[in-house]
Each structure stands twice: as C-alpha cells, then as structure tokens.
C-alpha cells in the first residue's frame, strides 16, 4: 500500500493529452513538500522527469509538465507518442515516513 | 557523465545476508548524498535508506530498520547496503540513486538495478 495514491492505468492514442493524477495528504504534499514525477521504462534506469512540482531537467521534452496543488499533483503528457508507453511514479516526502512514492501508473499508448 | 552501477544481487535464503555495492563515477561522489531503492516485482517503488554526503547520518524505512545498514566509501566511491535477516518479501531489483544538488532533493540519476531473489 503505498502512501501517495495513482491510478494503476491511463492510456491515450498518439497525439493525445493524458494525465496522472497523485494524490497525498496532509503529511506529504499537504505539507508543502514537493513533488518529483520519474518515468520507469523495462530493463533501464528509472529516469527523472520533473522536479521541485513543475520544473524539467535539461533534455526533457516540453510535452511532459506537471503541477501541484494542496495534497495533489498531476503529470501531464500532450502529444503522445509511442515512446512514451512506460510507468510513471511521483515522489514526496513525510516528516515520519521520509521519502514516499506513488504505487505507479501505467501508460499504455493506443 | 554521470554513472550508478549496482552489483551484488543474487539468490539467497530466508534470513540469510547480502551486500550490495554501486559504483559511482562521473561526478563528485563525496559530495552528494545517496539513497538505495527497491521494487518488488509487480509492485511500486519502495526508498528502503539513504545516507549523508560524508556517511554521518543515515535513515531507514521501517520495513528495513536493523536489518539493513547504508553505508559508503569516499575513496572508492562506492556506496553500499549491507542486508541481513533477508525475507521473502525482500525479493527485488534494489537501485542506487544519487540525491540532487539542485536544492529541491529530489533523485536525479539512479543505477540500472540488481535483483536480490529471497527464496528457500
């Protein structure tokens, strides 16, 4: 059971917009601490794809963008393509638990 | 550029040990804090330790609390996870992964993983 709450599956045909929604509480994300979303592709390195809430490191493309808001955030991918099929986790912090993660979404592309 | 190699997995018995190394280069390791990460399979990722720039502090999850130690060596920039009392549920690919220093700490490269299989 993991602490900050995704859904298990988001799919959308190429070209599309999706979003993934991560949902915490008031001991996580509620209490200000930011949120940081990773892409996890078979067999590679699990890739970090925004921190600090909304911000890209260098060569992450545009498409990807996130934002959050009270005990919430969301990852959000326009122009989808098939390269983006992966899952995707967000990351915070609790003042007891220490670093907590998402339980990961699943992007499938149509 | 930067590179996180985990080694050390393998096949083990209930309660039996296993340490696992990773490998830094690429950057200033005795500069950067380290955290060690796990996903059982089929299941999400779980941050298991990580450990101060200059090895002075650590903190565990409970899940792995005396039972696993973090702990790294600046002159062979390596970091270790020293695991005992290994469990069933322990079976997973265990990744290293490097603290930012951007300020907003969140985990900016991480290595490819080494499956730890806990089975009798």
């Known amino acids: 059971q993991s602490v900050l709450t995704q859904p298990p599956s988001v799919s959308g045909a190429p070209g599309q917009r999706v979003t993934i929604a991560c949902t915490g509480s008031s001991s996580d994300i509620g209490a200000g601490y930011d949120v940081h979303w990773y892409q996890l592709l078979p067999g590679a390195a699990p890739k970090l794809l925004i921190y600090g809430n909304s911000n890209r490191p260098s060569g992450v493309p545009d498409r990807f963008s996130a934002s959050t808001s009270g005990t919430s955030a969301s990852l959000a991918i326009t122009g989808l393509q098939a390269e983006d099929e992966a899952d995707y986790y967000c990351q915070s912090y609790d003042s007891s638990l220490f670093w907590v993660f998402g339980g990961g979404t699943k992007l499938t592309v149509l | 550029q930067v590179q996180l190699v985990e080694s050390g997995g393998g096949v083990v018995q209930p309660g039996g040990s296993l340490r696992l190394s990773c490998a830094a280069s690429g950057f200033t390791f005795s500069g950067s804090a380290m955290h060690w990460v796990r996903q059982a399979p089929g299941k999400g990722l779980e941050w298991l330790a990580d450990i101060s720039y200059d090895g002075g502090r650590q903190y565990y999850a409970d899940s792995v609390k005396g039972r696993f130690t973090i702990s790294r060596d600046n002159s062979k920039n390596t970091l270790y996870l020293q695991m005992n009392g290994l469990r069933i549920e322990d079976t997973a690919v265990y990744y290293c992964?490097?603290?930012?220093?951007?300020?907003?700490?969140?985990?900016?490269?991480w290595g490819q993983g080494t499956l730890v299989i806990v089975s009798s």
């Open positions: 992964a490097r603290k930012s220093l951007s300020g907003w700490e969140e985990f900016d490269y």
